[in-house]
């Protein structure tokens, strides 16, 4: 069975972007608009893995991060931050908050899908 990965981001372009990159590479996508979009979308079912922007209203990637790690079903599922920052205040900042990478935008697909297979096995 495909492994499912939830990106979360409020541009839709990225989404599409990154939802192409990972249907091409066989797996099967959600998509949220901003941290409370993706857990609500996410109270209905588990994925393998989730993909957050940091930047974005109602909720950001870091505020999604904490409130996913306190879930029990979410403690040890990757996730991944994809921004445009690239501090290294803001990376310290989201390995704190239990992120599990960080892949600066523009991303390459390839540079994307590298980073999936090492997280998901």
């Not at 996508?29 to 930047?55: F, H, P, R």
């Not at 109602?58 to 029990?72: D, H, S, V």
């Not at 908050?97 to 090492?118: D, M, N, Y």
Request: charge should be positive; proline fraction near 4%; aromatic fraction near 4%.
């Amino acid at each position: 069975m495909a492994k499912k990965i939830m990106t979360v981001d409020d541009s839709a372009s990225v989404r599409q972007m990154v939802s192409f990159t990972l249907k091409g590479a066989g797996y099967e996508v959600m998509e949220g608009c901003d941290g409370k979009d993706a857990l609500a979308k996410l109270s209905a079912g588990k994925v393998d893995m989730v993909i957050t922007d940091l930047n974005m209203p109602n909720m950001n990637g870091i505020e999604l991060i904490k409130a996913l790690r306190a879930n029990p079903a979410y403690k040890f599922v990757p996730i991944v931050l994809l921004t445009t920052e690239s501090q290294d205040t803001k990376k310290q900042e989201g390995k704190a908050a239990g992120a599990t990478g960080w892949i600066v935008k523009p991303f390459k697909p390839e540079q994307l899908l590298s980073v999936i297979k090492k997280v998901l096995g």
